[in-house]
């Protein structure tokens, strides 16, 4: 375990439906992240927060929404999704800069 | 592994040999880089990092170096192991107090016993 959990593991959704990933980090860091990997592409960076406060949105459509009401807790909101969004969600925390941590992910599944 | 539809570079190697994979990055100003190894339904799991004032950091059986005239970076694996055997990840990262990191493709690594 590398001190970062993610939940669910897994998650079936449909396209209308809304439901929310979370993370949580317990290695005191300052910085969390949401990346996605799906299957034709690199790790792609969604988000970062920075002491709660969002310093990166890299071109996300508005339907993921991400929330960071501490710097241990890291959500990710999801609502009308697309079949395309079907992807492994990674949560990731770091001090500053520092090497990033990576939890097991959330493997979503859009029908 | 979860880069699976991607077409990885495969790299293959006997039990015991070394292994050496190989990364280009794309930003002159990214200093600060990182290794990460993922096994199947897993997520990325840290193996070893360097900064930029550097050209080759040790770890156990582990070494990166890195040239950052041709931008490139390589992570050389002493006496592979089966338990080696994921994807590869180098990432680089041009960030400023946090990390912004930019992932490569990745590259599988197959040790045959």
């Known amino acids: 375990e590398t001190g970062v959990t993610q939940t669910p593991r897994h998650l079936v959704m449909g396209m209308t439906n809304k439901k929310s990933l979370k993370c949580e980090q317990h290695?005191?860091?300052?910085?969390m992240y949401w990346y996605k990997q799906s299957a034709k592409k690199p790790l792609e960076l969604m988000f970062v927060?920075?002491?709660?406060?969002?310093?990166e949105n890299n071109s996300v459509p508005s339907r993921f929404s991400p929330e960071c009401p501490n710097s241990s807790h890291l959500f990710l909101h999801l609502h009308t999704l697309q079949p395309e969004d079907s992807a492994l969600y990674l949560c990731?925390?770091?001090?500053?800069?520092?090497?990033?941590?990576f939890g097991q992910g959330t493997r979503l599944t859009v029908v | 592994g979860e880069s699976v539809g991607l077409h990885l570079p495969t790299l293959s190697v006997q039990e015991g040999d070394n292994s050496i994979i190989n990364c280009a990055y794309s930003?002159?100003?990214?200093?600060?880089f990182i290794w990460y190894k993922q096994e199947s339904g897993k997520g990325p799991q840290f193996i070893i990092d360097?900064?930029?004032?550097?050209d080759k950091r040790q770890g156990q059986r582990v070494t990166v170096l890195l040239n950052k005239t041709v931008k490139h970076l390589s992570l050389q694996i002493a006496a592979t192991q089966p338990g080696d055997s994921a994807v590869y990840f180098c990432?680089?990262?041009?960030?400023?107090?946090?990390?912004?990191?930019?992932f490569g493709t990745g590259t599988l690594l197959a040790v045959q016993p």
């Open positions: 990731a925390s770091s001090q500053d800069r520092s090497e990033a941590f």
């Open positions: 290695l005191g860091h300052n910085a």
């Open positions: 927060y920075n002491f709660k406060e969002q310093t």
């Open positions: 930003n002159s100003a990214s200093d600060y």
């Open positions: 360097i900064r930029s004032n550097m």
């Open positions: 990432a680089e990262n041009y960030g400023g107090a946090t990390n912004k990191l930019i």
